[in-house]
């Protein structure tokens, strides 16, 4: 399953599951619009492609919660 990261790695942004506007790499590395633009769509960490980050809601985020560890290093 995938593991719903509360905020950009990058700016430290909040992205909640429920909202668009988050990016992830196949590793689940997590940016912002702003950020993934910044980074031409491609992830710092692995290089891999950023691609959107799909929302989860209702109650499948009720049964299946998203992340609270956030991954921001200021």
């Known amino acids: 399953m995938l593991e719903m990261r509360p905020d ?15 990016f992830i790499c196949s590793f ?12 031409d769509e491609h992830c710092p960490n692995c290089g891999g492609e950023l691609s959107d980050r799909p ?6 985020l009720k049964r299946n919660p998203a992340s609270t ?4 290093r200021p």
């Open 8 to 22: 950009c790695e990058r700016c430290g942004t909040d992205l909640p599951p429920q909202a668009h506007g988050a």
């Open 69 to 72: 560890e956030r991954r921001h």
């Open 55 to 60: 929302t989860r809601t209702g109650e499948r």
């Open 28 to 39: 689940e590395c997590t940016f912002c619009a702003e950020c993934a633009d910044v980074l």
